[in-house]
C-alpha cells in the first residue's frame, strides 16, 4: 500500500493535514510528517494532544482523508511530491499503538490510529 515515494516523503519535515467531517462541515487539522508512524495493518498513528474537533468528527464519521508532502522530494515531473490518504479513523486511549506512539511523544493524550485504505501520490 505504502509507496517507496511515500517513506521518502516521511522522511523529510512537512505539514500533514487531517481532514474530517460531520453535520456537513469539514474540519482541518495539521501535524508534522515526523510525528507519523506506520503500523502494521496499514495503520498510520498520529500523537493527539488537542484535536477535540477532529475527535468529535471522527465519533460520528469515522471517514478522514490526509495529504503530506515535501519540496525535497522528486515528484513525477519536479521537485516536490505529495500524498492524499483515505482510510477510517479512531481516538486510541491504551492499547500497544498507543503505547508505541507515547514513547516517541511523551505529549500525546491520545492516539490517532488510521486504517489506510487509499494512498495516491499527487504530484
Known amino acids: 500500500m505504502f509507496t517507496e515515494k511515500f517513506f521518502e516523503v516521511l522522511n523529510h519535515e512537512g505539514v500533514v493535514s487531517i481532514v474530517t467531517c460531520s453535520n456537513n462541515e469539514a474540519h482541518v487539522a495539521n501535524t508534522w510528517n515526523s ?70 511523544c511523551p505529549f500525546l493524550t491520545r492516539t490517532l490510529e488510521i486504517t489506510v485504505t487509499s494512498c495516491k501520490q499527487t504530484l
Not at 75 to 88: A, D, Q
Open 35 to 104: 510525528y507519523l508512524i506506520i503500523a502494521e495493518g496499514n495503520k498510520i498513528l498520529i500523537p493527539a494532544a488537542a484535536m477535540i474537533k477532529t475527535e468529535e468528527n471522527v465519533n460520528a464519521n469515522p471517514n478522514v482523508k490526509l495529504t503530506l508532502g515535501s519540496k525535497e522530494v522528486m515528484g513525477y515531473n519536479y521537485m516536490g511530491t505529495g500524498f492524499l490518504i483515505e482510510g477510517t479513523a479512531k481516538f486510541l486511549k491504551d492499547g500497544d499503538n498507543f503505547n508505541l506512539m507515547k514513547e516517541k
